[in-house]
């Protein structure tokens, strides 16, 4: 019997694939970086997104508020330059990924989300629209979800459903805080928690803080693992190999208006679309990247 294949760093197979892909379609070059305009105080926000913009029109997005990731992004490139990053190469930009800082994370996993679009807009993919916001996972009274990051709105939904929660969050201090908010949920820092649980939806943060690999070796006895999030906008192949059944992301389908938004602090819902791709409908990337530029 062959030994067990180990998988690379989940960084590392994506980085690869993406030098795969742009020996076939280039990439255009970084037009600028968006970094939110929104007033409030301090921790007001549970979530917040930068955004790459390419020169051929397409965005990706990636999450900032990893520990001091915001306030180091605005010290470091500015929420008013229109500049910022313009020229810079996505495919440099996206290697930072794998051992870069918080900024320079964040940035790279933009870069891998807008270059991933750009190729699914020049081969005509559209990922198929997502019919809720759980990354079209439905849940029954039997089900028992772990949520991997807190999504203040499903709660609800799992109390409809008559199912069982649990919540891994990676911050105290985010632990404390929806706590307080949702004293009846079971919130804690020990993924040891998802276990029992057949039914794992995770934020795409774990793809910046490195913990998608440990949180599926968490949670053995789920059947369904979905990674959902603005920050999930790219090719879901190593993720599917390593055991994630469903893709939720976030593209960006008014450019014009996204940028307004982010730049004044408006939602920019709007002017984009979530979509869902399941493992099983999905025709890998060489299906849909493999053929002549």
């Known amino acids: 019997m062959s030994p ?9 197979a994506l980085l ?3 030098a795969a892909i742009a020996t076939r ?18 921790g007001e926000h549970d979530a917040e997104f930068c955004a790459i ?14 520990g001091g990731t915001l306030d180091r992004l605005l010290a470091r490139h500015g929420s008013d330059r229109h500049d910022a990053l313009a ?7 996206a290697q930072r990924l794998a051992g870069g800082d918080e900024v320079e994370r964040a940035v790279a996993l ?8 750009s190729v699914w807009r020049r081969v005509g993919y559209t990922p198929p629209p997502a019919g809720n916001s759980l990354g079209d996972v439905v849940l029954g009274s039997e089900d028992h979800l772990g949520m991997i990051g807190f999504f203040p709105p499903l709660v609800r939904r799992v109390d409809e459903a ?4 649990t919540v891994v969050e990676m911050n105290a201090e985010m632990v404390a805080r929806q706590r307080e908010r949702f004293p009846r949920v079971h919130i804690t820092l020990d993924r040891a928690a998802l276990a029992h649980c057949n039914t794992v939806v995770g934020t795409s943060t774990m793809l910046l803080n490195d913990s998608l690999d440990a949180m599926l070796v968490a949670a053995p006895n789920a059947s369904r693992f979905a990674v959902i999030g603005p920050s999930a906008g790219l090719w879901p192949d190593a993720l599917f190999e390593r055991g994630v059944t469903l893709l939720g992301g976030t593209q960006v389908v008014d450019g014009k208006a996204f940028a307004q938004a982010m730049a004044t602090g408006a939602s920019w819902s709007a002017a984009s679309r979530k979509f869902a ?10 299906a849909l990247a493999g053929g002549p530029a």
Not at 110 to 117: C, K, M
Not at 162 to 165: K, Q, S
């Open 4 to 12: 067990t294949r180990t998988p690379p760093p989940i960084a590392t």
């Open 16 to 18: 690869q694939q993406l």
């Open 25 to 42: 379609w280039p990439s255009p070059g970084v037009r600028r970086l968006h970094i939110p305009q929104r007033p409030g105080d301090a």
């Open 53 to 66: 913009e390419l020169e051929d029109g397409t965005f990706g997005l990636s999450y900032i508020l990893l």
């Open 87 to 93: 020229g810079a190469d996505p495919m440099a930009l």
């Open 110 to 117: 933009a870069a891998v989300n807008a270059l991933t679009d």
């Open 162 to 165: 008559g199912g069982r929660l």
């Open 277 to 286: 791709i399941a493992r099983g409908g999905w025709p890998g990337w060489t």
